[in-house]
């Protein structure tokens, strides 16, 4: 006999559930889904023990009619799309058929609902993939589902679900995500039979106050409104949302939340073009706070990859990326990014309030095709808004690393030095070679001692040197001459420090415009006066005037704010004025 065979009904149900409910939270997911595309303007999350005794959802929405609610449960049984053409003109969130037969397959699951057309409700129960009871009910329009003992008829799969805590977090994920692109959506999350929701919206149909109630009301203190419309050649396609000023950065990307169509997608894409448009505004490993929605054709996007829809697929994913990293960059430059100093109750932090916080969101026209070359990072001095109104007169070192100085309005700004001096020199260089990287000439060949380490280094990483402007050659087995480096560093590092040069230089991985920007800002590093060191008042002059020239002001090459401010009116706050 043959050792292949067809596997049997059930097998394949609980197989098939694995892709679509792996945790509780991927019930609320597919549930919250299902209220979102009957219209509901109303939906409760109730769960129970961290969703392992029940997950339930509760809406307001058209409810399922008495002839359908058993169809339901029926494996591929959608009202979504009627044939695969149907995906090139999609709307709804849900599409597959697959989500409530897959819980059903390995929970117990009662469901209570009314169509908007009828009178009368039905209950249905299911247990295992069985119908167990059905009824005709007394209840209002929309639907409640609730998922009982998940995993109960598969043991190993119950051992996956992690403690109350861990899966509660990753419920509030899952409910967040929908309740700040859904704004026009009252949600509510209730945990273990609690009175009060844990989470709860407006649904007044504004994203910032939903924002704010799933992040708290700080958060919006250092956010800029985006919105942008562009009409393309191939396709229109529209960005709203909101970013934060890069001075409230994080060391992760789970910061970072982009939407397709109103759906919450996972797209590396999406993320680089959003950080691709912070530029030199952010650390290299640092990720803002962001909610951003795109809306595009949805004959532009394959949705159709994963059960868990979570990743999608851009048919121009270039102009996309182009688009995205554009309209940010646009955005911040229009916005005051200076760091303001403001006083809290536990003392004093800096914070992220402007005058500009409060004035209509920024709106702009982008074209395609965009250019995101590196270079290109420099704006246009029509491009900026001029926030620098500082006096010229008095100017104060303190600390033998930061310069005073007033502003026309007033207010105090205090200067870091070296951060400022390094954005002047790095724009010097941009405008000086662009994409152009010279070479000079040592005046007497470099022959460093190389660590094993060091040599490895070198030996990968011959030609991309040699890109960079170093003019290097293995001499022997164990040995490397270096007779000319980057024009940029000459006279800027002695011998000792090429190596060390090299090093950080090698470690950039990104594309040639990427490491243009890591070996002129280096450069501008290099070049720039230190923090501790004395400047006469001409020295602090030029910094200043220069900085105020500057493109780019608000951050050095590397992303760390070149300048603070404390206002007037906190200044008198202090001393009791106010």
Known sequence: MGSISVLEEQTIGKIAAGEVADRPASVVKELIENSIDAGSRHVVVEIGNGGRDYVRVT???????????????????????????????????????????????VSRIEMSTRHESEAFGSYLRVEADEIKDRRRITRAVGTTIEVKSLFYNLPARIGTIKSKSVELRHIMDIFINYAVIYPEIKFELFYDDKEKPIISTLGN????????????????????????????????????????????????????????????????????????????????????????????????????????????????????FNFIGSSVSTTLRHADLIPEVTQREKGVETSFVSPEAKKAPVSVQASFPCDMNGEKEEISEQGRTDLLDLLPAPLYQVLDSYIIAQSASDDVIMLDQHAAA?????????????????????????????????????????????????????????????????????????????????????????????????????????????????????????????????????????????????????????????
């Open 205 to 320: 149909g504004k994203m910032l106050d939903a924002i704010v109630n799933a992040f708290g009301s700080f958060i919006a203190k250092e956010l800029i409104e985006l919105k942008v419309q562009v009409s393309a050649t191939i396709f229109e396609i529209e960005l709203c949302g909101y970013i934060s000023k890069p001075a409230a950065s994080y060391s992760t990307k789970k910061h970072m939340f982009t939407f397709v169509n109103r759906r919450y997608v996972k797209d590396e894409v999406l993320n680089k073009a959003i950080k691709r448009g912070y530029m030199s505004l952010l650390p290299k490993h640092a990720y803002p706070f962001s909610v951003l929605s795109i809306s595009i054709d949805p004959a532009e996007i394959n949705v159709n990859i994963h059960p868990k829809k979570h990743e999608i697929q851009f048919y121009h994913a270039k102009d996309v």
């Open 59 to 105: 809406d307001d929405g058209c409810g399922i009619s008495e002839d359908d609610v058993e169809l339901a449960f029926e494996k591929h049984a959608t009202s979504k799309i009627k044939s695969i053409e149907d995906l090139a003109s999609l709307h709804s969130l849900g599409f597959r058929g697959e989500a409530l037969p897959s819980i059903a397959a």
């Open 422 to 578: 390094e954005r002047i020199n790095f724009e010097k260089l941009i405008a000086k070679y662009g994409r152009r990287i010279d070479k000079q000439t040592l005046l007497k060949p470099y022959i460093p001692e190389l660590s094993p380490h060091q040599l490895y280094l070198l030996r990968e990483s011959e030609e991309a040197l040699r890109a960079m402007g170093f003019d290097i050659e293995r001499f022997g087995d164990d040995t490397y001459i270096i007779r000319a480096i980057p024009v940029v560093f000459y006279r800027t590092v002695c011998e000792e420090e090429i190596m060390g040069l090299i090093e950080d230089l090698v470690e950039e991985s990104g594309k040639r415009d990427d490491k243009i920007k890591v070996l002129f800002s280096t450069a501008a590093c290099k070049a720039s006066i230190k923090a501790g060191e004395k400047l006469s008042y001409d020295g602090m002059r030029e910094i200043v005037d220069g900085l105020q020239n500057a493109k780019i002001p608000y951050t050095c090459p590397h992303g760390r704010p070149t300048m603070i401010r404390l206002a007037k009116k906190e200044i008198e706050k202090r001393f009791k004025r106010r």
